[in-house]
């Protein structure tokens, strides 16, 4: 049976549609970072720009000093980033880096001046900011970008390929919220970027039913009635003006606004959202911030240094190449290595498992014949000490093990049993230490009794010892000189009745 599935897998299963649509992947999507010192205004600035990039960007990218563009690149792949803006600041001025992922081409500007977008809201009379025109991608526009030389295509292209392409076909016109400006000035060779949110108005219409379309609350303090409000002339003040008539449109499809609905006359207004930027275009290059220089605004070089320059790029690539090659190559011997390592270990298994039956027997049978023949060399050494002490040839099953024996207390003692050590409660190991002790205490004190008062009788005692000794050896010699065969020790009767049964078994054998 397969595993069971929880309820939160259940609820979230993978299906097509929680994937990414195709156009959504499709759509350039892009990276605004800056790098090295910055001021406070210009990462402002850099959090503005997101803003323009909205909503295919990362807006709330955190980057770090110790990242690195191959960082930002690396990652590009699978979140499907085309572009990256970086912001630069040093001594001589403000920096804008604008390059195609992930091999360029890269564009330098120079930032003349700027104004950040709280700045522009602040200065405007009416302030139109609404968070839904950021849901979709801005409309770009661009004006007087047919120079002449590559480098003006270029950078057109540049700017057109940031924001998604739009389809005139298929477009809905409440998806166009916001559009952004971009003028070249060829005399002073400036770019001037203006960021806006579009609006529609009504045309046609007095000022109070102006005010009941777009759904505003009329004031009729000054009114008798409700028709004075909507026929009453001259409504309009000073600071109204009428709509420009080349701004005014008739709209193909109905708009989010109140009173934009479709085939009526309407006019289009603009409001500035910000920043504004003046930029001026200095270098071109052919790879991602490290290629060949294509146009350079203010160094011209000659056509031997642009070789020159050329030919330590190609060495200094060759130079990578080589060096890649040699580390590949490296990791590869490595690998070799270790895998050889590894089958010799394996083959050095087989060999031991591999070890036959035979060689262990021989082994065993080295081991048993060594055994015998200690102790055979032992038996040797015992049957000569008895020649030398007692003067006659010992019994032939005198000193041959018998197998009946049970183990000595030394051989239990340098091979215990695995007995459990018994642990005893408190009260039961204190009454066993006092009895230890009480014990103790009285040898000591019979210890000192008998060395105060018996010094006489502790002589006495070692004189009867050294007659009994005697009496032993002289009975012992007259018993043997009479029986060879025989022995009768009547002082050791334990050592008697071992004796007779080790003669017992011997005769049994001989008959």
Do not use: W
């Not at 390059?99 to 009416?126: E, Q």
């Not at 000073?238 to 479709?262: I, T």
């Not at 070890?355 to 065993?364: S, V």
């Not at 695995?418 to 009285?442: A, I, P």
């Amino acid at each position: 049976m397969g595993k069971r599935k929880g309820k939160c897998v259940k609820r979230n299963k993978v299906s097509k549609e929680a994937l990414e649509p195709e156009h959504l992947v499709k759509a350039p999507h892009s990276f605004v970072i800056h790098r090295g010192q910055c001021s406070k205004d210009l990462i402002d600035l850099t959090k503005d720009f997101r803003k323009i990039m909205e909503p295919f960007t990362a807006s709330q990218l955190k980057e770090r000093k110790k990242n690195t563009i191959k960082d930002f690149v690396s990652v590009s792949g699978y979140l499907h980033v085309s572009h990256m803006m970086l912001f630069t600041e040093t001594e001589l001025g403000t920096y804008m880096r604008l390059a195609r992922l992930p091999r360029g081409p890269t564009l330098t500007f120079r930032l003349h001046n700027y104004s950040l977008a709280r700045d522009v809201v602040s200065s405007l009379r009416k302030q139109y900011v609404i968070m839904r025109a950021f849901q979709h991608a801005p409309l770009i526009v661009l004006n007087s970008f047919s120079g002449e030389g590559m480098h003006m295509k270029l950078m057109a292209s540049m700017f057109q390929n940031i924001f998604p392409t739009i389809n005139i076909t298929t477009v809905k016109l409440k998806n166009i919220r916001r559009c952004v400006l971009m003028n070249y000035n060829p005399a002073t060779k400036l770019i001037d970027m203006r960021h806006y949110v579009i609006r529609t108005t009504p045309v046609g219409l007095n000022k109070g039913t102006k005010k009941m379309v777009q759904g505003k609350i009329p004031n009729l303090n000054k009114c008798k009635d409700i028709s004075e409000f909507f026929d009453k002339a001259g409504l309009l003040s000073e600071s109204e003006f009428e709509d420009d008539p080349n701004a005014q449109v008739v709209l193909p499809q109905s708009l989010a606004s109140r009173g934009a609905a479709a085939e009526s006359k309407s006019a289009i207004r603009l409001s500035e959202l910000g920043p504004r930027i003046s930029m001026q275009l200095i270098k071109v290059e052919d790879g991602l911030m490290d290629g060949e220089v294509l146009f350079h605004e203010l160094v011209e070089k000659t056509e031997e240094e642009k070789a020159l320059i050329k030919k330590k790029r190609q060495e200094k690539r060759r130079l990578k190449e080589k060096r890649k090659a040699q580390q590949d190559e490296n990791i590869k011997r490595k690998e070799r290595e270790k895998e050889e390592l590894k089958q010799k270990a394996l083959e050095g298994i087989k060999k031991k498992k591999e070890q036959t039956e035979a060689q262990r027997l021989m082994e065993l049978a080295a081991a048993e014949s060594q055994h015998t023949v200690e102790d055979n060399d032992q038996e040797d050494d015992d049957a000569e000490y008895y020649r030398k002490e007692v003067g006659a040839e010992p019994e032939h099953d005198l000193f041959t093990e018998n197998p009946r024996k049970r183990k000595s207390d030394d051989d239990n003692t340098n091979n215990p049993r695995g007995f459990k050590k018994m642990r005893l409660d408190k009260k039961t190991k204190k009454k066993y230490q006092n009895s230890q002790d009480k014990k103790f205490n009285k040898q000591n004190h019979v210890g000192r009794k008998f060395n105060k008062n018996n010094k006489g009788n502790q002589d006495k005692f070692k004189n009867n010892n050294r007659n009994k000794d005697n009496r032993f050896k002289k009975s012992a010699r007259t018993d043997i000189d009479k029986s060879k065969k025989t022995y009768k020790i009547n002082q050791n009767k334990k050592f008697k009745n071992k004796y007779q049964g080790n003669q017992r078994g011997g005769e049994r054998r001989n008959k």
